[in-house]
Antibody, heavy 120, light 105 residues
Framework: EVKLEESGGGLVQPGMSVKLSCATS????????MEWVRQAPGKGLEWVAE??????????YYGKSVKGRFTISRDDSKSIVYLQVNSIRSEDTGIYYC???????????WGQGASVTVSS | IQLTQSPSLLSASVGDRVTLSCKGSQNINNYLAWYQQKLGEAPKLLIYNTNSLQTGIPSRFSGSGSGTDYTLTISSLQPEDVATYFC????????FGSGTKLEIK
C-alpha cells in the first residue's frame, strides 16, 4: 500500500522558518518525482514545489509565490521528501500536502497533510 | 495556464446526472485531470488524461473534452459524491482550478 505521511507543521511566527517532512512507503521512492501542494483555509489547491529523481538530476522547480523562500529536497535512502520554508508569511498559512507524481504526470498519491499556521 | 471551473456551487438530487465544467486560458492538449476532495480529507485522483478512470474509481465518473474545454460527468449522483471537485492541468506547469462544490438537494 502506498503511504505518504507529512510531519513538522504547527504554529510559526512570521519571518521564522519551518521544515516539513514527508515519509513514504509502499513504492520505489527513488523512481518518482515528488511534489508539495498547499491549500489555504477554505481555498483551492496551489502547486508549490517539485523535485525530480536521480535520473533527472534531482532538478527542482518552484511556484512563483514561493520561489526564493522554499527549498525542496529528498533523501532516497530514507524515502523522505522535505520542504524548508524560510521567511514565512501569513499567506503561507494552510495545509501542506506531499504528493507523488505518476508516470502520467498527475499527482496520484497524497499524504493527509501538515497544517502550518503563521501567527505571532 | 489558468483554469476556470463552473459552477462554483452545484446542488443536485441523488440519481441526477451532473456535469462540471473546466475551461483553460490556453489549449491544454488533453493533459487534464479531476480530483475529488471531501471535507477534511486530501484530494483523490478520479480522472487523468481527460478521460482515463483512475483505478478503483466508480464507473459513474467520466471525463471528456479537448482544447480548452473539459467536463467531469457523474452519471448518477450518490450521497457519497458530496465533495469539492478540482480540475488540474499538466500541459504547461501544474495548475488547479478553483473548484466546484457539489451538494445534495
Amino acid at each position: 500500500e502506498v503511504k505518504l505521511e507529512e510531519s513538522g507543521g504547527g504554529l510559526v511566527q512570521p519571518g521564522m522558518s519551518v521544515k516539513l517532512s514527508c515519509a513514504t512507503s509502499g513504492f520505489t521512492f527513488s523512481d518518482y518525482w515528488m511534489e508539495w501542494v498547499r491549500q489555504a483555509p477554505g481555498k483551492g489547491l496551489e502547486w508549490v514545489a517539485e523535485i525530480r529523481n536521480k535520473a533527472n538530476n534531482y532538478a527542482t522547480y518552484y511556484g512563483k509565490s514561493v520561489k526564493g523562500r522554499f527549498t525542496i529536497s529528498r533523501d532516497d535512502s530514507k524515502s523522505i521528501v522535505y520542504l524548508q520554508v524560510n521567511s514565512i508569511r501569513s499567506e503561507d498559512t494552510g495545509i501542506y500536502y506531499c504528493t507523488r507524481l505518476s508516470r502520467n504526470y498527475v499527482m496520484d498519491a497524497w499524504g493527509q497533510g501538515a497544517s502550518v499556521t503563521v501567527s505571532s | 495556464i489558468q483554469l476556470t471551473q463552473s459552477p462554483s456551487l452545484l446542488s443536485a438530487s441523488v440519481g441526477d446526472r451532473v456535469t462540471l465544467s473546466c475551461k483553460g486560458s490556453q489549449n491544454i492538449n488533453n493533459y487534464l485531470a479531476w480530483y475529488q476532495q471531501k471535507l477534511g480529507e486530501a484530494p483523490k485522483l478520479l480522472i487523468y488524461n481527460t478521460n482515463s478512470l483512475q483505478t478503483g474509481i466508480p464507473s459513474r465518473f467520466s471525463g471528456s473534452g479537448s482544447g480548452t474545454d473539459y467536463t467531469l460527468t457523474i452519471s448518477s449522483l450518490q450521497p457519497e459524491d458530496v465533495a469539492t471537485y478540482f480540475c488540474y492541468q499538466y500541459n504547461n506547469g501544474y495548475t488547479f482550478g478553483s473548484g466546484t462544490k457539489l451538494e445534495i438537494k
